[in-house]
């Protein structure tokens, strides 16, 4: 056990453990942590994104091996504290021992006073310097430890507690530090769920690249956001690059922006199906006389769209299939349907049905043609939501998109409440789902539009850092500052010797220790 103690507390071995860590770190730096395996293939290749992999450069302050490295490092440190604690508190404490007189005589600083001075006198001299005194006396010899400067003591505890702090504080803040990115497009919002529970939301209110005037090139991008903690407001920022929103031991970061298609979906509230479809607004390319011309309209709304020619919207199916002479709603055929009327004064009335996705749907037998193009909520907002951003729900969830790509090639747009496997919706344009109670979702296609992409970031090591940085910075400090020095005095029956040492010796302490003998020796000649 002795011997293990031994090594750990060698500097040599803490001098290699540091490098291994510091190396270790450097590549952690250059290389982006915790990305996904195919991000390192796309950017160092196959083969080293595949070696990054195995060897766990993608997650090195998580791995094994580092964890191991910090472990040993703190050991080695926490043996050198208490190797020092007996040292600090024998310094703190009347002497157990008297030393021989060959022990004072090997000090650095060293004289025989030859004549015989009292205790008294030697504690006045070194106590008017400014030397905490301690004695002990037995068998006719007494001797003095005086010492001054025992803060360095404290300070080079202080200083190891300090790095012993930073190293766990790092590991542990490596370990349970929780990073993420999304994507919001203006106006919409997130849940930081990863970070601050289903209560945190952030709203984008404001995205804007600013230009050089002169120039005209990007030298910085802006995102205004507000911050909600349940519905109440906490605080609202300005984010840039280099300013990023702090609260609650929260950062988040401007980490990108752009422009890409998002997904547009409305969330509606409504009793049941029908209540749903006069909610609704509906969109049509009709075709007269070989002009076309895009109209819209409500269920039960009438709309000119040519002289003495008008189109009646009469029923919709969002999932439309037709059994026996009966129209259908059949949620395993995701095909939303428009069923309308032609009114012709001059040629009659004809009923048609057109489809979003099959068939394509012309009306026989008349010049007419009707193509159902897309549905959007009458009054509902449209939210432009980007996939794998977590979004807050009027019921109070929390919902994300997930695009998902089939065997056959065709992407399917998800919806996952609260994460729950069983809380999954496939959302199809033109057909709204239910997602929860009186609650519908409706996919209204893409828009491409400026996004920010935002970096959330969750460190609770970070605390132990900054404390473990300022007990390391006060160590430093007190151990700079202050020079450690230790006089012995022991007095005979014959004779009183007198040694010193100081942890850095020079003309300042050699002319102390003159000062001192001469105080000691004219008090003697006094008396």
């Not at 915790?34 to 993608?58: N, P, Q």
């Not at 002169?214 to 300005?238: M, Q």
């Amino acid at each position: 056990m002795k011997r293990i103690l031994d090594i750990l507390s060698s500097m040599r071995v803490a001098i290699i453990l540091i490098i291994i860590v510091a190396t270790l770190s450097v590549i952690g730096a250059f290389i982006p942590q915790e990305r996904t395996e195919g991000f390192y293939v796309e950017k160092y290749g196959s083969s080293a994104g595949e070696l990054i992999h195995h060897l766990m450069f993608d997650r090195i302050f998580k791995s094994f091996y580092f964890v191991a490295l910090i472990l040993l490092l703190s050991a080695s440190i926490i043996v050198c504290i208490i190797k020092q604690l007996p040292l600090l508190m024998r310094n703190l404490q009347n002497p157990k021992v008297i030393p021989d007189e060959s022990d004072i005589e090997g000090k650095r600083y060293y004289r025989d006073l030859k004549n015989i001075v009292g205790e008294e006198v030697v504690r006045r001299a070194l106590g008017s310097h400014g030397y905490k005194v301690y004695s002990k006396s037995a068998g006719g010899r007494t001797y003095i430890s005086a010492r001054k400067g025992i803060w360095y003591n404290i300070g080079f505890i202080l200083a190891h507690i300090g790095i012993l702090v930073i190293l766990v504080g790092g590991t542990f803040g490596g370990c349970a530090r929780k990073s993420y990115r999304f994507i919001l497009f203006e106006g919409g919002s997130a849940v930081l769920s990863s970070v601050g529970g289903d209560e945190l939301i952030i709203r984008a209110d404001n995205i804007e690249k600013m230009k050089d005037p002169n120039s005209g090139a990007i030298i910085s991008y802006i995102t205004d956001v507000t911050l909600f903690k349940g519905s109440e407001e906490v605080v609202s920022k300005r984010i840039e690059v280099n300013s990023p929103l702090e609260y609650g031991g929260i950062s988040i970061y401007q980490d990108s922006m752009g422009s890409l298609n998002g997904l547009g979906v409305a969330f509606m509230r409504a009793d049941n199906i029908a209540g749903l479809k006069q909610m609704l607004e509906f969109f049509v390319v009709v075709k007269v006389n070989d002009v076309k011309s895009e109209i819209s309209g409500g269920l039960g709304d009438t709309v000119v769209i040519g002289d003495n020619i008008s189109i009646v919207f009469d029923d919709f199916y969002d999932h439309y299939r037709r059994i026996g002479s009966q129209d259908r709603n059949d949620n395993s055929i995701p095909n939303p349907c428009l069923v309308y009327t032609i009114i012709d004064r001059e040629k009659g009335i004809f009923r048609g049905y057109s489809f979003m996705y099959y068939p394509s749907y012309n009306y026989g037998g008349t010049p007419y043609s009707v193509w159902f193009i897309g549905v959007k909520p009458k009054d509902e907002r449209v939210h432009l939501l980007a996939s794998d951003t977590p979004f807050p729900l009027a019921d109070g969830n929390v919902g994300a998109l997930k695009m998902v790509k089939t065997g056959e090639g065709e992407v399917i747009v998800r919806l996952v409440i609260d994460g729950a496997s069983n809380r999954v919706f496939e959302l199809f344009d033109g057909c709204p789902v239910e997602i929860g109670d009186n609650l519908y979702a409706l996919l209204v296609g893409t828009k491409r539009a400026q996004y920010t992409g935002l970096r959330v970031e969750k460190d609770p090591g970070l605390l132990f850092f900054v404390s473990g940085a300022v007990m390391l910075c006060l160590g430093i400090l007190l151990m700079v500052s202050i020079n450690p020095r230790h006089i012995e005095v022991l007095i005979t029956s014959k004779r009183a010797l007198i040694g010193a040492m100081a942890k850095r010796a020079g003309e300042e302490f050699e002319r102390e220790f003159r000062n001192v003998v001469l105080d000691i020796t004219s008090s003697g000649e006094g008396e």
